[in-house]
């Protein structure tokens, strides 16, 4: 997933919720920080804690 | 609630938990494996094999000791927690062998630095902490619409891509609650072979009249065995949980998906239409034949997902 797809999104006053392997979603979260987000296994723990 | 002096020392100690951390939550597993092997089944034996779960540990356990004077800051940081304990029916009496065999660990792995106020003051601090997690789970249960496992039968499987199947699971008594669209169940395996149980957490497709839709993607030792089980296996199933959940709120949505991501997406995305928001999902996939819920996808687009796809054969599974 390529930042420039994720930069055409336009999600200002959308609720944004992502989910997939740790290292994609990382940018994904990155890129858009209110996105809600679950990582697949415990690192979505870490993330929040 | 804790004294001064408790919460000073617990503070105090916490920058050398955090040095030691990992080897501390390590050894905590393995000693509480062998001391108290009955737990063992609660754990995911993949993540104690990659340290995810000692370095989830760990954080955690850092995270309260640095807010001991106010527990509530940590209280959304183990909301995942306290839904994964609801799901696989962790009860209080499991804390104090959690907190005898974590308080043996730090003694072990610091040796005289854990003096006998230290460890007397974290013995404290755990039981409050063990206290928090207690009365919210017995919030959580309370509310739930049955506790631990009960028996549910497959009534249907699908073959969805070569790498995923989609299973239908009925409760026996036909009693089930809705799963709040990204919430997960727990499905219990008798793998043969195996001397214990294992645990593994399922996002809920979508909710029926007595039971629920999963998709497992075939990786991992439960997930494989799952994919082995036909019509009519009987499988015990806890009851839905999960922070990870749509807010009902009437603002556009947007969902980004990475593979097999999708499965808690797919149950937000379709209720949302339902309720006539505005979806857009960015699904990322490595190739258009290994795209779960492909057709059901398409279906969402037919009232007005709007669907992107992006396909790249680098990804590689982290």
């Known amino acids: ?49 | 609630m804790l004294d001064q002096q408790t919460m000073d020392i617990v503070k105090a100690t916490a920058p050398v938990l955090k040095d030691h951390g990992v080897a501390i939550t390590s050894h905590f597993y393995k000693r509480m494996f062998e001391n108290n092997p009955e737990v063992r089944h609660f754990f995911n034996h993949t993540n104690q094999k990659r340290g995810r779960q000692p370095e989830a540990l760990a954080n955690a356990v850092y995270a309260a000791a640095v807010h001991i004077d106010r527990l509530e800051a940590i209280l959304p940081a183990i909301q995942p927690a306290l839904h994964k304990h609801k799901s696989l029916n962790i009860r209080p009496e499991h804390y104090p062998i959690v907190g005898e065999n974590l308080l043996g660990a730090i003694q072990d792995v610091l040796g005289e630095a854990a003096t006998p106020d230290i460890i007397d003051a974290w013995a404290k601090a755990y039981g409050v902490i063990a206290d928090v997690f207690i009365s919210l789970e017995k919030q959580m249960y309370a509310d739930a619409p049955w506790i631990g496992f009960k028996p549910f039968t497959v009534a249907e499987v699908i073959e969805d891509t070569p790498e995923v199947k989609r299973f239908h699971i009925k409760a026996n008594d036909g009693v089930v609650g809705t799963a709040i669209p990204g919430q997960y169940i727990s499905v219990q395996a008798h793998i043969a072979g195996e001397d214990i149980l294992h645990h593994r957490q399922y996002s809920v497709v979508e909710t029926t009249e007595d039971g629920y839709w999963i998709a497992p993607k075939a990786e991992g030792l439960v997930s494989n065995w799952l994919h082995e089980q036909t019509v009519g296996t009987e499988i015990p199933v806890s009851a839905p949980a999960g922070e990870f959940v749509l807010e009902d709120t009437d603002r556009p949505l947007t969902l980004v998906a990475g593979g097999i991501g999708i499965t808690p997406l797919f149950n937000m995305a379709k209720t949302a239409l339902g309720q006539g928001r505005s979806v857009t999902l960015l699904h990322a996939v490595r190739s258009t034949n290994l795209r779960p819920l492909s057709e059901e996808l398409d279906e969402l687009v037919n009232v007005g997902l709007h669907l992107i796809t992006h396909v790249d054969d680098t990804y590689q599974v982290a």
């Open chain 1, 1 to 49: 997933m390529s930042a420039t797809q994720l930069e055409a999104l336009d999600v200002e006053g959308h609720d944004v919720y992502t989910c997939g392997p740790t290292a994609m979603m990382e940018t994904v979260v990155q890129m858009i920080p209110q996105a809600r987000y679950e990582f697949f296994g415990p690192s979505a723990v870490l993330a929040k804690a």
